[in-house]
């Protein structure tokens, strides 16, 4: 495995490089972090569709 930032290559249980610093993400933490962000879109999705129908009811009434 070689390090994202420095292409520095790295041992399998190193998560920080040792010559730049960086952070090194597993796999598990990018799945994590992709559900997490899509979790969050789904549920600006579903405000921003229930905002839209109550508008268009007020706009219904009037």
Not at 25 to 48: E, Y
């Amino acid at each position: 495995m070689k390090c994202p930032h420095c292409k520095t290559p790295l041992k399998a249980h190193e998560k920080i490089c040792a010559k730049c610093g960086h952070t090194v993400k597993t796999a598990r933490q990018k799945r994590r972090r992709d559900l997490i962000l899509a979790g969050l879109l789904l549920m600006r999705l579903l405000l921003t569709i229930g905002l839209t129908f109550k508008m268009l009811k007020q706009h219904q009434k009037n």
